[in-house]
């Protein structure tokens, strides 16, 4: 999840809105795994495919998987509820960002095993692209405190976004630090909603 200041973006298209409940689908399944979902993308699937109870020969064939593990994904994705998981994050005013939104950020495509979705509350700017985390211990030293609110400090007068795990000690600090600086901060939670 991501969090930052408010904004409301367009509604997503029918083809986006598709891949949307598809990677919903797919994410409140936890053996469907990102590498999983690159490898059924890359491999030409389509999110009518996860519809319903999914052919497990066609996951098969599309994940590379023995039949067997394909059965148990295809009985998953068929008792998943992709709209009860819209509705939950809409009464808690957050957006999932699927694939292919023109709010998730390009750099997570760079990374080795990228979200499937972002849950966020908030917007993210142009300058949230020069951003520094700064994380550490929630068991932090007054030293490692001092540091880690110095830090932010500089970064957000600067003009660098901080971002950070939301965890006590260190990530606390310097989201603190950044906002009492002037600066943008974001919190990304790895639950998720």
């Known amino acids: 999840g991501l969090l930052a200041a408010p904004a409301e973006g367009p509604p997503a298209a029918p083809a986006e809105d598709a891949w949307l409940d598809a990677a919903l689908r797919a994410t409140l399944v936890p053996a469907f795994t990102p590498r999983l979902w ?5 491999a ?3 999110p009518r495919e996860l519809e319903g109870r999914p052919d497990p020969g066609v996951l098969a064939r599309r994940l590379g ?3 067997r593990s ?20 809409a009464r ?3 957006r999932i960002d ?5 709010t998730r950020p390009d ?3 760079q990374l080795a095993d990228p979200p499937i979705l972002l849950y966020r509350r908030g917007a993210l700017l142009a300058c949230d692209l020069q951003a520094v985390a700064v994380v550490g211990s929630r068991r932090a030293s007054p030293y490692g405190l001092r540091v880690a609110r110095t830090l932010a400090g ?11 795990g939301l965890a006590r000690g260190i990530d606390v600090a310097a989201h603190e630090a950044a906002l009492d600086a002037g600066g943008r901060t974001i919190a990304v939670l790895g639950s998720g909603l």
Not at 38 to 42: A, G, H, P
Not at 74 to 82: F, M, T, V
Not at 98 to 102: L, M, Q, T, V
Request: net charge positive; charged share 35%.
């Open 65 to 67: 998987t023995d039949p």
């Open 92 to 94: 808690a005013g957050v």
């Open 44 to 46: 030409g699937g389509t």
């Open 154 to 164: 500089d970064l957000a007068r600067a003009g660098i976004t901080v971002a950070g």
């Open 107 to 109: 750099v997570l495509d």
């Open 98 to 102: 699927g694939p292919g939104a023109d």
């Open 38 to 42: 690159r490898r059924f993308r890359d």
């Open 70 to 89: 394909a059965r148990q994904l295809a009985a998953a994705l068929g008792r998943a509820e992709p709209r009860r998981e819209r509705e939950r994050a």
